[in-house]
């Protein structure tokens, strides 16, 4: 049997990074302190008007430029061979997975998949890992 007396998640640890200061201070105050932060991140998450978070946005409307350099051929159902000159990368849509690795190891299309994404006049917000969503940021904090 394994064990281990230790657990830890990135979740634990950002939020007791930011109430470090609050928590110097008396039990009231402290919780106050915290009040004001959790429904500072709900407002937050709330006033987005988008599925995914800010900063997938902005990676995406980076590659919403550099995609346009890349022809897009299909190769099979739902699979994709996308090119530059000599460059070249096979595209799966039903996996999400491209031959660069980068879509698979960001959890959002990277320009290949993006480039075959737009051909097929779909949403690359809909390609985005569920881990990038407003609803999943929200979930993490309340
Ligand atoms: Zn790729």
Redesign the pocket.
């Given at each position: 049997m394994v064990s281990c007396d230790a657990y830890e998640n990135g979740v634990s640890e950002s939020f007791n990074l930011v109430i470090e200061a609050a928590r110097k201070k008396p039990l009231i105050i402290m919780l106050e302190e915290i009040q004001i932060y959790v429904v500072y991140i709900q407002g937050q998450g709330q006033s987005w008007d988008l599925n995914i978070r800010p900063s997938i946005r902005l990676k995406l409307n980076k590659l919403n430029e550099q995609q346009r350099f890349w022809q897009v051929v299909t190769s099979g159902y739902m699979q994709f061979e996308v090119r530059v000159g000599n460059d070249g990368?096979d595209?799966d849509l039903h996996t999400r997975q491209?031959?660069?690795r980068?879509?698979h190891l960001a959890g959002y299309p990277?320009?290949?998949?993006y480039a075959t994404i737009s051909s097929l006049n779909r949403d690359p917000e809909d390609y985005v890992s569920e881990w990038f969503t407003t609803s999943m940021y929200a979930s993490c904090f309340m």
């Amino acid at each position: 049997m394994v064990s281990c007396d230790a657990y830890e998640n990135g979740v634990s640890e950002s939020f007791n990074l930011v109430i470090e200061a609050a928590r110097k201070k008396p039990l009231i105050i402290m919780l106050e302190e915290i009040q004001i932060y959790v429904v500072y991140i709900q407002g937050q998450g709330q006033s987005w008007d988008l599925n995914i978070r800010p900063s997938i946005r902005l990676k995406l409307n980076k590659l919403n430029e550099q995609q346009r350099f890349w022809q897009v051929v299909t190769s099979g159902y739902m699979q994709f061979e996308v090119r530059v000159g000599n460059d070249g990368y096979d595209v799966d849509l039903h996996t999400r997975q491209c031959g660069c690795r980068a879509w698979h190891l960001a959890g959002y299309p990277c320009v290949h998949g993006y480039a075959t994404i737009s051909s097929l006049n779909r949403d690359p917000e809909d390609y985005v890992s569920e881990w990038f969503t407003t609803s999943m940021y929200a979930s993490c904090f309340m």
